[in-house]
T-cell receptor, first 115, second 111 residues
Framework: GAVVSQHPSRVICKSGTSVKIECRSL??????MFWYRQFPKQSLMLMAT?????????EQGVEKDKFLINHASLTLSTLTVTSAHPEDSSFYIC???????????FGDGTRLSIL | GDSVTQMEGPVTLSEEAFLTINCTYT??????LFWYVQYPGEGLQLLLK?????DKGSNKGFEATYRKETTSFHLEKGSVQVSDSAVYFC??????????FGAGTQVVVTP
């Protein structure tokens, strides 16, 4: 089946650090990638949708200057959490889909812990 | 807007028991419906899907039927295993192409 690789799986860093998370589709071209945030024992909250070569579309309440998204190619999207603070600690998950009404395929998530 | 409601967990079962997780949806159009499974510390895996009314999705012994008349997509498995312990999410593709998830149902299967 379709594979999406997300890296790193876990990050622990100091407050004020910027953290980059990569999401790669390994065996298909991902025209659209999605970034989610998940709090403990809760469902996924969509943060933004990105299409290759264009600016990401952010959901209401998500700070675009805080969460920078780049979708530079059909196989790679990155999320950068800028000047991270403890309240940014969370589980971040990306997903990717190809053209049409194809299902999203998810990465394994990144556990971000800001001290 | 479009939304998904699924039964609250945790659902605790003994091995080989029958599992049902209820899921109902509200949508203005005719969305595709999905069940995803999340194992501890991991992302989501697509378990099964159905794209139109009366379609049955099935995978790994799990089944769900797209019921337009009751706006439901209940997940069932006839005989669960300990390895089925996970959180299960019902979801639909809304009119914007975004996934709308239910709150998730934790399933715990004991030996």
């Amino acid at each position: 089946g379709a594979v999406v690789s997300q890296h790193p799986s876990r990050v622990i860093c100091k407050s004020g650090t910027s953290v980059k998370i990569e999401c790669r589709s390994l065996d298909f071209q991902a025209t659209t990638m999605f970034w989610y945030r998940q709090f403990p024992k809760q469902s996924l909250m969509l943060m933004a949708t990105s299409n290759e070569g264009s600016k990401a579309t952010y959901e209401q309440g998500v700070e675009k200057d805080k969460f920078l998204i780049n979708h530079a190619s059909l196989t790679l999207s990155t999320l950068t959490v800028t000047s991270a603070h403890p309240e940014d600690s969370s589980f971040y998950i990306c997903s990717a889909s190809s053209l049409g009404n194809q299902p999203q395929h998810f990465g394994d998530g990144t556990r971000l812990s800001i001290l | 807007g479009d939304s998904v409601t699924q039964m609250e967990g945790p659902v605790t079962l003994s091995e080989e028991a029958f599992l049902t997780i209820n899921c109902t949806y509200t949508a203005t159009g005719y969305p595709s419906l999905f069940w995803y499974v999340q194992y501890p510390g991991e992302g989501l895996q697509l378990l099964l899907k159905a794209t139109k009314a009366d379609d049955k999705g099935s995978n790994k012994g799990f089944e769900a039927t797209y019921r337009k008349e009751t706006t439901s997509f209940h997940l069932e498995k006839g005989s669960v295993q300990v390895s089925d312990s996970a959180v299960y999410f019902c979801a639909l593709n809304d009119s914007w192409g975004k996934l709308q998830f239910g709150a998730g149902t934790q399933v715990v299967v004991t030996p």
